[in-house]
């Protein structure tokens, strides 16, 4: 299984994948790194028959705080036109980076 920056993955039994949003000082709040990410791991999951059931959890404290402020700051002066480009040349990536792709994401 590939490895991640801010993702950490398991495989405790058979069929089973628990992936831990890794931020905990952040209180695991998602960056468009980890949308991108998290896509990828779905991929990878979904590319699996062996793997029934995907488990989503967050390190320390909190599941999740949302989306990082300071990836939302970058927001006010994107074009929505940029912001949706990802979703539809990219399938699934984030506006920012360019991403990984998602093999479920639509047209």
């Known amino acids: 299984m590939a490895t991640y920056e801010t993702l950490l993955v398991d495989r405790p ?3 089973i994948v628990v992936a831990t949003l890794n931020r905990p000082d952040r209180l695991n709040a998602l960056t468009f790194g980890m949308f991108d990410e998290l896509a990828r791991l779905a991929a990878d ?3 699996d028959d062996r793997v029934r059931v ?3 959890t967050g390190a320390g404290r909190g599941f999740c705080a949302g989306l990082d402020l300071a990836d939302a700051a970058t927001l006010p002066d994107m074009t929505a036109a940029r912001f949706l480009e990802g979703r539809r040349a990219g399938r699934g990536r984030s506006p920012r980076s360019g991403g990984c792709p998602s093999r479920s994401s639509p047209p």
Request: charged share 10%.
């Open 54 to 56: 995907l488990v989503l």
């Open 45 to 47: 999951t979904g590319a």
């Open 13 to 15: 039994r058979a069929g």
